[in-house]
T-cell receptor, first 110, second 112 residues
Framework: DVKVTQSSRYLVKRTGEKVFLECVQDMDHENMFWYRQDPGLGLRLIYFSYDVKMKEKGDIPEGYSVSREKKERFSLILESASTNQTSMYLC?????????FGPGTRLLVL | KQEVTQIPAALSVPEGENLVLNCSFTDSAIYNLQWFRQDPGKGLTSLLLIQSSQREQTSGRLNASLDKSSGRSTLYIAASQPGDSATYLCAVRSGNTGKLIFGQGTTLQVKP
């Protein structure tokens, strides 16, 4: 079974803080993804990575950056958190044509 | 630009009923289509994956069909149960990077 874990289920941060969301997969997969999910807007791709130190922008990369120093770990960074980044963040990995998701991190920015 | 639409946005049915969820996409040049289930506050669980060359896939009480030429997929749930209550999302893969385009989902409630 593919396992994707995310470091926190819930986070509360202040405007302007630097925020790190961590995602770890257990099977040495190459492709990893970060989405955010908002009511009425669905899931939108922020960034994805197809190998260590490789990254590509998704549909809504503004205000975010990513880091992939090891194959199993893909980090999403909010450089200066803003209230419009309050959302559910979902990480996924891609195996055999199927995407497997982590449990999500619900982030509240005050 | 690929767009994915799911209708209806919400559905409420009595237990035991057979039901169909719909998904449509604008660009028929897809690699595959995937159906997911999401419980409230949780991540997504993959239900079925249909390759572009396939017409349908089945898993237990679930059957997903794909008509690429018309840009449609349906998820059929037989003999619905209260435990089927969740949001169902479809997503299409159009490129070779694994990037998915999601519909906004259908929230299903199955009443006992």
């Amino acid at each position: 079974d593919v396992k994707v874990t995310q470091s926190s289920r819930y986070l509360v941060k202040r405007t302007g803080e630097k925020v790190f969301l961590e995602c770890v997969q257990d099977m040495d997969h190459e492709n990893m993804f970060w989405y955010r999910q908002d009511p009425g807007l669905g899931l939108r791709l922020i960034y994805f990575s197809y190998d260590v130190k490789m990254k590509e922008k998704g549909d809504i990369p503004e205000g975010y950056s990513v880091s992939r120093e090891k194959k199993e770990r893909f980090s999403l960074i909010l450089e200066s958190a803003s209230t419009n980044q309050t959302s559910m963040y979902l990480c996924a990995t891609w195996v055999g044509g199927t995407q497997y998701f982590g449990p999500g991190t619900r982030l509240l920015v005050l | 630009k690929q767009e994915v639409t799911q209708i209806p946005a919400a559905l409420s049915v009595p237990e035991g009923e057979n039901l169909v969820l719909n998904c449509s996409f604008t660009d028929s040049a897809i690699y595959n289509l995937q159906w997911f289930r999401q419980d409230p506050g949780k991540g997504l669980t993959s239900l079925l994956l249909i390759q572009s060359s396939q017409r349908e896939q089945t898993s237990g009480r679930l059957n997903a069909s794909l008509d690429k030429s018309s840009g449609r997929s349906t998820l059929y749930i037989a003999a619905s149960q209260p435990g089927d209550s969740a949001t169902y999302l479809c997503a299409v893969r159009s490129g070779n990077t694994g990037k998915l385009i999601f519909g906004q989902g259908t929230t299903l409630q199955v009443k006992p």
